[in-house]
């Protein structure tokens, strides 16, 4: 069964850069997997931030961008600001319906 | 404005039954798959299954079949994720979420429902 891989954690400080990433168990991430990446605050809904790789979902500020870098998908968070600590999920389309998301990175902001 | 609005939280006894559900608005609720997504205190998020209103087709993950049901009813634009007999392990909460048009993201979420089993 395949598994999306995301790291469990990760740190930045204010002002600094972050890429979390988002990888299969098999095989590579890909554009054609559509990844997409979301935002949840404890106890918040989850917030769509980037869709299809690269665009960013409306209101989403510029600082978070989206890409495929080696064979994983990432997300790159540039001037990182205190209200970005939060966990990210990452989600595959693998097709026919069906999505799986990753388990989560918590990133802290300190 | 698109919105979902879920049905409040509840409280189960093991071995119950429950539905509950998520109203659309907003849009023509029947031409969007509408998704449903658990996470378990302090836990991720997790894919349970999809569903299109207009014909019903549903999709579940492997994890999920068998164990819940996925339905929508399009004349009241709203879906539901129900148990015939619930679990402790089943407390999370749940969330519904809209996919996008072309298919590949989810657009928008609900605000979430809290089920809690306890004996």
């Known amino acids: 069964q395949t598994v999306v891989t995301q790291e469990p954690s990760f740190s930045v400080s204010p002002g600094g850069t972050v890429t979390l990433t988002c990888g299969l168990s098999s095989g590579s991430v890909s554009t054609s997997y559509y990844p997409s990446w979301y935002q949840q605050t404890p106890g918040q809904a989850p917030r769509t931030l980037i869709y299809s790789t690269n665009t960013r979902s409306s209101g989403v500020p510029d600082r978070f961008s989206g890409s495929i870098l080696g064979n994983k998908a990432a997300l790159t968070i540039t001037g990182a600001q205190a209200d970005d600590e939060s966990d990210y999920y990452c989600v595959i389309y693998m097709g026919s319906g069906i999505s799986l998301f990753g388990g989560g990175t918590k990133l802290t902001v300190l | 404005e698109v919105q979902l609005v879920q049905s409040g939280a509840e409280v189960k006894k093991p071995g119950e039954s429950l539905k509950i559900s998520c109203k659309g608005s907003g849009y023509t609720f029947s031409f969007y798959w509408i998704a449903w997504v658990r996470q378990m205190p302090g836990k991720g998020l997790e894919w349970m299954g999809i569903?299109?209103?207009?014909?019903?087709?549903?999709r579940y993950s492997p994890s999920f079949r068998g164990q819940v049901t996925i339905s929508a009813d399009k004349s009241v634009r709203t879906a539901y994720l129900q148990w015939s007999s619930l679990k402790a392990s089943d407390t999370a909460v749940y969330y519904c979420?809209?996919?996008?048009?072309?298919?590949?993201?989810?657009?928008?979420w609900g605000q979430g429902t809290l089920v809690t089993v306890s004996s």
């Open positions: 569903i299109y209103p207009t014909d019903s087709d549903t």
């Open positions: 979420a809209r996919r996008s048009a072309d298919g590949n993201f989810f657009e928008y």
